[in-house]
């Protein structure tokens, strides 16, 4: 079976052909980052329009890439929730019409879920139930996993998500948007130990997230050192480093003990993990440290995996179809 996924919930355009929830015939993925470095996030009303303008292309662009032609998809999917409202609404609208025209199954994915599918997608041996970690620019949440499609939200973030948290403090520090990779990437050359950072655990055994107090400490300490330097008029590079590879430590720390608390409470069988910042180094090292430890499998998606993608919605949906959770064409999309 050949499904058409479509992804535009937030600032990439996406669209990818899939056959039978696995294997991936082509995955396009247009990054809006250039667009939205200058304001030093996502600007809704650039991405939604952004995401109009090129639709058509990325969509036809999968169907060239996968060799297959429009007439010989079977369904098409889409990520109908959680996003921004307007960015959701492109992808949805190309959808329907597309499913009206060709008169074929119409499948709408949760984001989230369709994240932690990712892992579905290269990998054949992941054993139910598990937990599963999403962690991305909007999102920071747990859920127990029962199978492929089953998932029930066991804590989230009370305030930033944890790659809002990159995002800011990559601004804070001046390195632009988006902060992820960039903070991966400087943190290989920093020391994680140079500044004790706040971790925030909130109540015991609690499996919700806060990362604002974090970015709070950040920019305090950092106005702090650029005071320290006035006379040298900047803080240098290795400072800079040690405090982006200390608040990646902060995140990690409390994402892994977060899993390993939850992994014990629920007693699972596996690990999974999405999103963005699911694509961090550091985050991927430790997790596989913990592996062995916790005597479960830890599976992380490969990078391309990890940030939004239509491969991984195109997937979800086959699972979808076969436990008959096809959708009406007055489905909305939700922000
Ligand atoms: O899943 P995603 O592509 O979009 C959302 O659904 O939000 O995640 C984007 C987020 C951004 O905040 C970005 O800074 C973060 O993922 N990210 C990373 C890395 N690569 C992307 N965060 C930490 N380390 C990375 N290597
Ligand atoms: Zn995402």
Redesign the pocket.
């Given at each position: 079976m050949l499904i058409l996924g479509i992804e535009t919930?937030?600032?990439?355009t996406s669209a990818a052909v899939v056959r039978n929830g696995k294997e991936i015939l082509s995955s396009i993925i247009l990054s809006q980052d250039a667009l939205h470095r200058h304001f030093g996030g996502v600007v809704p009303e650039i991405a939604c329009r952004a995401h109009l303008e090129s639709i058509i292309g990325i969509i036809d662009n999968a169907l060239l890439d996968a060799k297959i032609p429009l007439d010989e998809i079977d369904a098409i999917a889409v990520v109908n929730r959680p996003?921004l409202i307007g960015s959701l609404l492109i992808g949805v609208t190309a959808a329907k019409t597309l499913s009206m025209v060709l008169d074929i199954p119409f499948i709408a994915i949760d984001?989230l879920h369709a994240?932690i599918y990712a892992n579905n997608l290269e990998s054949d041996d992941i054993r139910y139930p598990t937990i599963s970690l999403?962690?991305?620019?909007?999102?920071t949440i747990l859920f127990l996993s029962e199978s492929e499609t089953k998932h029930i939200p066991l804590g989230w973030t009370i305030d930033d998500?944890?790659?809002?948290a990159?995002?800011k403090v990559?601004k804070i520090l001046g390195l632009g948007?988006?902060?992820?990779?960039v903070?991966?990437?400087l943190a290989r050359q920093g020391n994680h130990r140079a500044v004790k950072f706040p971790r925030a655990y909130l109540e015991k055994d609690s499996l919700d997230f806060s990362f604002s107090g974090l970015k709070t400490a950040v920019l305090y300490y950092y106005q702090g050192q650029d005071l320290k330097s006035s006379k040298s008029k900047t803080v240098s590079n290795q400072d800079v480093s040690d405090i982006a590879a200390s608040f990646?430590e902060a995140v990690v720390d409390v994402l892994v003990d977060k899993i390993v608390l939850a992994s014990r409470m629920y007693n699972v069988r596996g690990v999974l993990t999405?999103?963005?910042?699911a694509?961090?180094?550091?985050?991927r090292q430790r997790l596989k440290d913990k592996s062995k430890e916790l005597s479960i499998p830890v599976y992380c998606p490969s990078?391309r995996l990890?940030?939004?993608n239509a491969a991984m919605v195109a997937g979800l949906a086959y699972k979808k179809y076969l436990e008959g959770d096809i959708s009406c064409l007055d489905l909305e999309a939700i922000p």
């Open positions: 919930s937030c600032d990439e996003g984001h994240h999403v962690v991305s620019g909007g999102h998500a944890a790659g809002e990159f995002d990559s948007y988006p902060g992820g990779p903070i991966d990437r990646q999405g999103g963005g910042v694509a961090n180094s550091r985050l990078v990890c940030t939004d």
